[in-house]
């Protein structure tokens, strides 16, 4: 049943006048409405499909969607209306009303009793809007195609939502709960631990390696800068015993120079006067000799004799010649058995001397001793001349001795001093002060410097708990160390850059258990994620969910981009039929095929034929007869029928809701199918309901539904 | 009947038949996941080793 009313408010110049209804309100769902013009057919199919958006649908022509559009969008023009079309069959109400003050119509669907708006697009996904009018009918059969392109967008639509669900799905899966990920985790983790018992175990060695090395090598320095220590210290105290025994020597030297200068001086002033007596003496003499010693003697000074060595001879050979010729004198001037007879009278004389106090008488003689003494002193005085001579020679030649002895002192002394004297210039190996300064200040530095080594060592080796006396005991140890082995040739320095090398090495593996511990948690925490992740129902099924969304995407481009280009390119290949690829002409063909389906039978020249293709391409209807029909030798009014035939036979679950205009111009034969696959269609529950108008003279409202 | 027919016009024009089996249930079911259910067992008997 529709039922309907409405308010057109015109303003036509001199009035404004109201329009409404001329014919009945209430209408069969199937009704023919034959009416003279201007009786407001036409007005009320333009009202029903504003309603439903027709304003709005591509599929209506364009000629028919401007008058529905004009309704609204005059200005000389004010509507209202409200419309229900319900249908029993299916249990459905279409409710469509617009106030006059309101621009926007309003659209609800009443399904078993539920209320719900449908807008523009929910409206074309369940309802099929026919509005048509017969128009260039021959035209009309490559309409028919919209309801192709239409399922295709419908298609690829439901194409696209499937290709989201199944994005949805491999999404889920991927953040689904999954054994394999787990695994993979698990795997890595139990890599990790390992990779991190390597390095943890790598750092022991490499700290007990360090440790043995350090001792090592504070030890060897201990005892290497210990050694030189004690070294450096021999050689200052040796400095100093050195300084020491060089100032006790200088001092010693000094003396001894102080004392010849001194002994030698006076030693020289008495051997001058005794030179000068003895030359005297000689020059009395007028004692001979081959070499004139004694002018010589007379022009020189004895020290500059002595201490001449060229000279020194006229001395000493002087004085053995003198010595000769002076006992060679005293043997020839001299009477030996007077001067004999004179020491034996002298030694008696000495001898009674003694006892002349006492009484006594010598026999034979018979005198007392001081007698016979004086008669011998008698004696002797006779002799007297002969003695003094004598004693004067033998002065002489004493004081020639004497001063040859101690010119030979002088000369002795002399030579001394000189070597003394000479040896202070020359001795080059002995110290300066400034030298031993120097070098005492030097060793002292190196010493303390030294010490300081010592004490970094010392107190490095304790930190370590080695006891200063322990050091050596422990330096012997740590050399058979096993870590220390491989190291024993090397020396300070190539220790301290290996245990630097070996710092490094420690820190790096530090730094890189840090990173493994924190891989470690970082899995852990993935593993915790991944296990508390729930299991998704295709969680095995990622590849075929894959699959599936590539044939999703394929085929929705095929939908929405291929055949949509096929469509649109019917027009152009009916120019040039040599273009159309293989697919192309394969989707044609398929497209002859379901429009002949959709059409079933033609009436030609009153004969009806089965519909084989309907070749758009060749403009040919090929029927089951062998007949081909020709578009162009196609009646208008058949056309117009095969065209609305397609139309009903929808091939999508839409309910159709049918408004034909002007079927006047077909005939009863070409009108006939059309209303008959109307009523076929209302009656499987698929047309809603159909209003069909045609010009008549006279108002005649009649029903179809029972038939024609 | 309609519903044969646009599934035949489909059939014509697609090769793949998994593409084929897509726009059959697509024409015939209204609920998506029976239709993703449906086409992924039809793949997994395509190609049983990729099956878990």
């Not at chain 1, 209303?675 to 809603?688: A, C, D, P, S, W």
């Amino acid at each position: 049943m529709i039922k309907y009313d409405y308010l057109i408010k015109r303003d036509e110049g001199d009035e404004t006048k109201d329009y409404k209804p001329s014919m009945p309100k209430e209408l069969q769902d199937l009704t023919i409405i034959a009416a003279p013009n201007s009786s407001g057919k036409s007005t009320l199919l333009n009202l029903v499909a504003l309603g439903l958006y027709g304003n709005k649908n591509s599929k209506i022509r364009e000629s028919l969607r401007s008058k529905i559009d004009n309704l609204i969008k005059s200005d000389h023009q004010q509507l209202s209306y409200n419309y229900s079309i319900k249908n029993e069959i299916s249990n459905i109400e279409i409710i469509s009303e617009k106030k006059i003050s309101s621009r926007d119509t309003v659209l609800y669907e009443v399904v078993n009793g539920k209320k719900s708006p449908l807008s523009s697009d929910l409206f074309n996904r369940k309802y099929n809007l026919i509005y048509d009018i017969p128009e260039n009918p021959l035209e009309r059969l490559y309409e028919l195609t919209n309801e192709l392109k239409d399922n295709q967008l419908v298609y690829a639509r439901i194409v696209q939502k499937l290709s989201s669900k199944v994005r949805e799905y491999i999404s889920q899966v991927q953040e689904s709960r999954d054994p394999k990920k787990i695994e993979h985790q698990k795997n890595l983790h139990a890599n990790l631990i390992k990779e991190s018992a390597e390095k943890q175990n790598e750092k022991i060695n490499l700290e007990k390696e360090l440790i043995a090395l350090t001792k090592y090598y504070h030890t060897l320095c201990f005892d290497k800068f210990y050694n030189q220590y004690l070294t450096k210290k021999e050689e200052l105290s040796n400095l100093r015993g050195q300084v020491r025994k060089q100032k006790k020597e200088i001092r010693l030297e000094d003396n001894e120079l102080e004392r010849l200068t001194r002994d030698s001086s006076s030693l020289l002033i008495k051997s001058k006067s005794m030179y000068s007596d003895v030359s005297n003496s000689l020059s009395r003499l007028k004692i001979k000799t081959e070499e004139n010693y004694l002018t010589v003697w007379n022009k020189n000074d004895l020290k500059k004799l002595l201490q001449n060595n060229e000279m020194r001879k006229y001395i000493f050979d002087g004085i053995k010649e003198f010595k000769e010729k002076l006992n060679q004198i005293a043997i020839s001037e001299i009477d030996r058995t007077k001067l004999t007879e004179s020491n034996i009278l002298k030694e008696m004389i000495q001898l009674l001397e003694r006892y002349t106090s006492d009484n006594i008488i010598i026999p034979g003689i018979d005198k007392h001793v001081n007698e016979l003494k004086l008669l011998l002193l008698d004696k002797y005085r006779s002799y007297e001349r002969i003695t003094i001579t004598q004693e004067s020679y033998d002065k002489l030649i004493n004081s020639l001795e004497e001063l040859k002895n101690k010119s030979s002192e002088y000369v002795t002394m002399y030579e001394k001093l000189f070597a003394l004297n000479k040896n202070r210039v020359v001795d080059d190996e002995s110290i300066e002060e400034e030298d031993y300064e120097k070098t005492k200040l030097k060793l002292q530095d190196e010493i303390s410097t030294l010490e300081a080594k010592i004490e970094y060592h010392r107190d490095e080796l304790i930190k370590m708990d080695v006891k200063e006396n322990e050091i050596t005991e422990v330096f012997d140890k740590i050399k058979k160390d096993k870590y220390v082995q491989p190291f024993i040739i090397y020396g300070p320095k190539e220790l301290r850059e290996k245990l630097d090398g070996q710092k490094q090495d420690i820190e790096k593996i530090t730094t890189l258990l840090k990173e493994v511990t924190f891989r470690l948690s970082r899995v852990e925490q993935e593993i915790s994620r991944l296990e508390n992740k729930e299991e998704h129902r295709y969680q095995n099924y990622e590849n075929e969910l894959n699959i599936l969304l590539n044939n999703l995407v394929v085929l929705e481009q095929k939908l929405t981009i291929e055949f949509d280009e096929y469509l649109k390119n019917l027009k152009k290949v009916l120019k040039d039929k040599k273009q159309i690829s293989a697919s192309a002409m394969k989707y044609y063909e398929a497209i002859a095929s379901y429009l002949a389906k959709k059409l079933k039978v033609v009436r030609h020249i009153n004969v009806e034929y089965n519909v084989q293709s309907i070749d758009l391409i060749n403009k040919v209807i090929k029927t089951e007869q062998k007949k081909n029909i020709k578009f162009d030798d196609f009646g208008t009014g058949q056309s117009q029928s095969a065209y609305l035939i397609s139309l009903l036979n929808s091939s999508d679950q839409r309910k159709i809701i049918a408004l034909l205009d002007e079927v006047a111009m077909l005939d009863e034969k070409s009108l006939s199918p059309v209303l008959e696959l109307i009523r076929k269609q209302y009656k499987n529950g698929k047309l809603l309901s159909a209003l069909v108008v045609q010009k008549s003279e006279e108002i005649k409202i009649k029903s179809f539904i029972g038939g024609i | 009947m309609e519903n044969q027919d646009i599934k035949e016009f489909f059939d014509k024009i697609l090769i793949d038949k998994n593409e084929k089996e897509i726009m059959k249930k697509i024409i015939d079911e209204i609920d998506d996941e029976k239709i993703i259910e449906d086409l992924l067992g039809s793949i997994i008997k395509q190609n049983p080793k990729n099956a878990k």
